[in-house]
């Protein structure tokens, strides 16, 4: 079955700095990649959509500037944090569609990635 | 988009049958409805979908009425291992329109 990489799992940083969180379809392509962000014992929220080779669409409330996707091949999409804050951890994950895919095939989440900002 | 309304929680004994159902009154004609399973600190995993009457595969059952406002999960005898949080999608995943996540319902499966 369709497989969604997210590295790295976990991250911790310190405030200020930037991460950068990748997410791979392994045995697909995607054009379109999406991004949620989910706090504690809260349901995932879109952050913003990923499509490859042009700028992501972002959700409202969302900063394009802070949140930084770059979807630059058919397998690859990565969102870095920069500057972050401690109210900036959560749990980020991704997930992505077979383009090949004709009928309603559902989406491919990938296993998150837990950032933590000290 | 069509918004989904689910149970926030509900309990059930190991061995038994749940049944989660999910409201979507304003569900497209070119929607379709998929469940996903989530358990702490992992994404969503993908347990079923359907657009209309029953579908069953080896996890799961949907049900849903003709005129496809809402669905039901069916879990047969589920074990603790089943305790998640259980989210009901409705769009048009074809069109890659973003679908948005509601509540989700907690199940605790007790021994």
């Known amino acids: 079955g369709a497989v969604v990489s997210q590295h790295p799992s976990r991250v911790i940083c310190k405030s200020g700095t930037s991460v950068k969180i990748e997410c791979r379809s392994l045995?697909?392509?995607?054009?379109?990649m999406f991004w949620y962000r989910q706090f504690p014992k809260q349901s995932l929220m879109l952050m913003a959509t990923s499509n490859e080779g042009s700028k992501a669409t972002y959700e409202q409330g969302v900063e394009k500037d802070k949140f930084l996707i770059n979807h630059a091949s058919l397998t690859l999409s990565t969102l870095t944090v920069t500057s972050a804050h401690p109210e900036d951890s959560s749990f980020y994950i991704c997930s992505a569609r077979d383009q090949m895919d004709r009928g309603n095939s559902p989406l491919h989440f990938g296993n998150g990635t837990r950032l933590t900002v000290t | 988009l069509a918004k989904t309304t689910q149970p926030i929680s509900m309990d059930s004994y190991e061995g038994q049958e749940v049944n989660i159902t999910c409201s979507h009154n304003n569900i497209a004609t070119n929607d379709y409805i998929t469940w996903y399973q989530q358990f702490p600190s992992q994404g969503p995993r993908f347990i079923i979908q359907g657009y209309k009457t029953k579908v069953t595969n080896e996890v799961a059952s949907l049900f849903i009425p003709a005129d496809r406002k809402s669905s039901t999960l069916s879990l047969p005898r589920v074990s603790l291992s089943d305790t998640a949080v259980y989210y009901c999608l409705v769009g048009d995943m074809f069109s890659a329109r973003q679908l948005t996540f509601g509540s989700g319902t907690q199940l605790t499966v007790l021994p």
């Open positions: 045995d697909f392509q995607a054009t379109t």
